[in-house]
């Protein structure tokens, strides 16, 4: 166990805190709970590499750190009536794809290596930066108009991009 881990859960705990700031409609709170995960995701890795601390609990933590805040926020937000039920359905099912893809390789003794692309990388800051503006309009009362739109549909399509390049990536290694 060492620092960056420790920030990690942290991150984790955060979670049911900024799902319950949302339920209570308490958006000034789930905002700066957001931004103070957002930090100790950014300062756990600097840790990590500066200091060569990373590990392999580390690696599994940190994404699934993310994940969690991610996943939780957008059903929390799509509970709330907040964001579209059908964005939240597209994040989750994303990410259930991928995880199931990746039991199903393993369970058929066939374990695919999990390596976050460019795509990936930029959906998962997407997704990040679009709670990040839903949680900050909240939270100051500002509405997101058209451009708010845009940016959902934007993050959908981004998000379905990905999907099919993790299932394309995940395809080519089953069958070879």
């Known amino acids: 166990m060492n620092l960056p881990n420790l920030i990690t859960i942290g991150r984790l705990f955060l979670v049911p805190f900024v799902v319950a700031m949302i339920s209570q409609g308490q958006w000034h709170l789930a905002f700066i709970a957001f931004v103070v995960a957002g930090v100790s995701d950014a300062v756990d890795g600097y840790i990590a590499r500066r200091w060569d601390m990373r590990s392999e609990l580390g690696a599994y933590l940190d994404p699934l750190a993310d994940k969690a805040l991610l996943v939780c926020i957008y059903v929390s937000l799509a509970i709330v009536g907040h964001l579209p039920v059908w964005l939240a359905i597209v994040v989750v099912s994303r990410d259930m794809m991928i995880v199931g893809a990746v039991v199903l390789s393993w ?54 991009v990905s999907a099919a390049d993790y299932l394309a990536r995940w395809l080519r290694h089953m069958t070879s």
């Open 107 to 160: 369970l058929m003794d066939n374990p695919v290596e999990i390596n976050p692309s460019h795509l990936s990388k930029a959906n998962t800051a997407a997704q990040l930066a679009l709670a990040a503006v839903f949680l900050g309009l909240r939270s100051f009362d500002i509405e997101g108009g058209a451009a708010l739109d845009g940016f959902m549909f934007a993050v959908a399509v981004l998000t379905g």
